[in-house]
């Protein structure tokens, strides 16, 4: 779900990184807390892809976006459909699926650095029970970056069992992890060397 940057001169582009979180937070409280019926989730879905409009992205975007959600979009509504009721399974489907294409949308129209800076600004007054805002962001920017990387690292291993004629299945863990390893080698290494950590 973690997606990329995507440059505009939207209203949603253009407001603070610290507002769309609160948004997002107060949305996740109203969606969570709030007793919805199908009508009032139907409208949230709605409301949820104009903000896709608002944002003037390519509404490609919010079909790829659908699409990624289309395994807990299924089992998660099959579970509610068979143990609860079809209502039950819109209303609990329609939640979930509102407040991750929210998380998306933010991602979508706010820069990694504007999150991380509006999270170190969150972490500043624990300073005096020993929390280091600047190592926290680092950290979390370096797993953030780290997702793209890995999923790199899958291709590679697909592909050269391809060229081998090979189907690795669960063997394919280990070259995955090898890479993975020597990677965070290399950038412990960048890391020393300019005397972080």
């Given at each position: 779900m973690i997606q990329l940057y995507r440059p505009g001169s939207s209203p949603l582009h253009r407001a603070p990184a610290g507002a769309k979180l609160a948004v997002l937070a107060v949305a996740a409280l109203i969606l969570s807390l709030y007793p919805h019926d199908p009508l009032s989730i139907g409208v949230s879905l709605l409301?949820?892809?104009?903000l896709y409009v608002v944002a003037r992205l390519p509404l490609r975007v919010l079909t790829a976006e659908l699409w990624r959600l289309r395994w807990i979009v299924l089992v998660l509504s099959v579970a509610?459909?068979?143990?609860?009721?079809?209502?039950?399974?819109?209303?609990?489907?329609?939640r979930v699926v509102a407040?991750?294409?929210?998380?998306?949308?933010?991602?979508?129209?706010?820069?990694?650095s504007a999150l991380l800076e509006v999270l170190r600004g969150l972490l500043r007054p624990f300073r005096r029970v020993g929390v280091d805002p600047e190592a926290v962001a680092m950290t979390i920017s370096l797993t953030i970056t780290m997702i793209p990387v890995i999923a790199g690292f899958v291709d590679r291993v697909?592909?050269?069992?391809?060229?081998r004629g090979v189907r690795l299945g669960p063997r394919a863990v280990v070259p995955l992890l090898v890479l993975a390893l020597r990677h965070a080698d290399d950038v412990g290494d960048a890391l020393a060397a300019r005397g972080i950590g």
């Open positions: 409301a949820v892809c104009g509610l459909i068979v143990f609860v009721s079809p209502a039950a399974a819109w209303i609990s489907t329609g407040l991750l294409l929210l998380a998306s949308l933010l991602t979508l129209t706010t820069r990694m697909r592909e050269a069992g391809r060229a």
